[in-house]
């Protein structure tokens, strides 16, 4: 201890050694100061932040210079999310006892961290903005804007006052106990928190019992000795009352699931099936198509290839006509009238060329006569002698080289020759013929009769 | 149970026994926090006047008066 006057350490006695300033009440006046500090201390060793406050407070008001105190109530401002006022506390302290004071490292550590500093400062700019929402009567946009700086500052005891007070006054009584709560885990013994805290609970009473009297109509009767009490609405919480509830969850989940699930599945399935169909169909189309253009394909070509053919024929049978009507040649000049006589019956003349024509009629008329005669001579004398097999042949050959030969004879002879070997309908169409082209002879009658 | 009778023979309305929150009273109660800004001028404006201070000035009275 100092004199207040001079300085000077003081000792036991009743007046300053070095001044004589009398020191007995001033003394007083210290130790009242210690003794509310040191009340101040026990306060906030258990949380009870407002009580130190109030006690570390009053040990400064006798007493400025007490330098534990003023940092002991920073500090506790600092845990109360009040930084501006510990600083405040810190910087005074600062002033009153320069050197070896606590106070210089709690500056140095607010200090060190500026941008700790300035978010605390946003975090209290956005509760006073709260705040004047809350005396604009704007209480939506003031919760709003307490949560956020409660979110970012914790410990900021007003803060969760605050926001208790708004849910209060909205009579949202669990909300308003849950922000109590944690402003109490920093400030035990907060006369503000406890009032509002007792609010809240008489609220939420208030209003669980205003439920409950809706639906807690209760009946008494006596029932021999006893007296019954139950509720007018009994609920029936039997095995079957449960069975019976359970079987009609059951229903409706069934009745749910075949309503609403399962045609809505059966739609997609529905749907999937019929875009499959109409891909199938597609490539089944566009396969139909290609098939179709490849079937025309294929008849064009076996047209070409028919075109081809019958070319190829007609060249071969051209071919085959010259070699025929060279052989007829050949045989002519050989004195083979037989042999150039069927080499001519086997040429198309109208594969032949104008000149090679030319040379077909002049071998042919010179072989037609004597191919004839010899023709008809054979087959006359094979049909005399009842070969009517080479009868046929040759007569036959005759016939189809001129019809009318021998005036008919061939033609007669061929058909007699038919009729004689059994073939009687084969005889037929050329006994017809004889009748159309020889009509008034002798013969007709006879090939008239066998005609028929 | 009984406290709380108790303690309300202390109000001063002794009609209703509930303790009513009025909102805009309890708001007053609320002041805006210092800023970084403002604490400049806090601590200018810091009672810095303690009972040694008080004392020091009533002594001096009485020696005037004196």
């Not at chain 1, 079937?295 to 081809?308: D, S, V």
């Not at chain 1, 004889?434 to 002798?442: A, Y």
Request: net charge negative.
């Amino acid at each position: 201890m100092i004199c207040y006057k001079c300085g000077a350490q003081l000792d036991s006695s009743e007046s300053c050694p070095n001044c004589g300033t009398k020191i007995k009440l001033y003394k007083k006046i210290i130790m009242a100061s210690n003794a509310y500090y040191n009340a101040g201390l026990e306060k906030a060793s258990v949380r009870d932040l407002s009580g130190a406050i109030d006690s570390l407070k009053m040990s400064l008001r006798f007493n400025k210079r007490n330098t534990d105190a003023r940092n002991l109530l920073g500090l506790v401002y600092c845990e109360m999310g009040e930084v501006v006022a510990a600083l405040t506390e810190w910087v005074i302290s600062k002033n009153y006892q320069p050197k070896d004071n606590r106070a210089s490292f709690y500056l140095d550590e607010i200090q060190q961290n500026k941008g700790k500093l300035e978010a605390v400062n946003q975090t209290i700019k956005k509760y006073n903005q709260a705040l004047l929402y809350c005396k604009q009567n704007s209480r939506d946009l003031a919760i709003i804007q307490l949560k956020k700086v409660l979110s970012l500052n914790p410990k900021l005891v007003v803060g969760h006052q605050l926001l208790a007070l708004l849910y209060i006054q909205e009579k949202k009584y669990e909300l308003a106990k849950k922000s109590l709560r944690n402003a109490g885990k920093i400030d035990v013994n907060n006369k503000v928190t406890l009032r509002y805290l007792k609010e809240a609970n008489l609220g939420l009473r208030e209003q669980n019992s205003n439920k409950k009297q809706k639906s807690d109509e209760l009946v008494s009767y006596q029932s021999g000795n006893e007296t019954i009490i139950q509720p007018k609405y009994l609920k029936d919480t039997s095995a079957f009352g449960t069975i019976v509830n359970m079987i009609i969850g059951i229903v409706i989940g069934v009745a749910i699931t075949g309503f609403l699930v399962v045609p809505g599945v059966r739609r997609s399935a529905q749907e999937d099936a019929n875009k499959a169909v109409l891909d199938a169909n597609n490539i089944i189309s566009s396969k139909n198509q290609s098939i179709a253009s490849l079937e025309a394909e294929i008849e064009e070509l076996a047209g070409q290839i028919t075109n081809m053919q019958i070319a190829g024929e007609d060249v071969t049978s051209q071919v085959n006509s010259y070699d025929q009507l060279l052989q007829a040649y050949i045989c002519n000049e050989n004195g083979d009238v037989d042999a150039a006589g069927t080499a001519l019956g086997m040429v198309q003349q109208a594969h032949l060329s104008e000149a090679a024509l030319q040379v077909y009629n002049t071998i042919n008329g010179k072989v037609n006569e004597e191919y004839l005669d010899i023709l008809y001579k054979d087959g006359y004398n094979a049909y005399s002698s009842e070969d009517y097999e080479a009868a046929i042949e040759h007569l036959l050959k005759a016939v189809e080289i001129d019809i009318s030969y021998q005036n008919g004879n061939a033609l007669y002879y061929l058909a007699q020759a038919y009729r004689k070997s059994g073939d009687l309908e084969s005889a037929k169409p050329y006994y017809q013929k004889f009748v159309e082209l020889f009509p008034n002879t002798e013969r007709a009658a006879t090939a008239a009769r066998y005609a028929e | 149970m009984l406290w709380s009778v108790a303690l309300n023979n202390f109000c001063i309305d002794k009609g209703d026994y509930r303790i009513m929150i009025n909102f805009e009273e309890e708001l007053k109660n609320f002041k805006p926090s210092l800023e970084v800004e403002e604490a400049e001028q806090a601590i200018y404006n810091h009672e810095l006047v303690d009972m040694t201070d008080m004392m020091q000035e009533m002594l001096h009275e009485i020696k005037q008066g004196i």
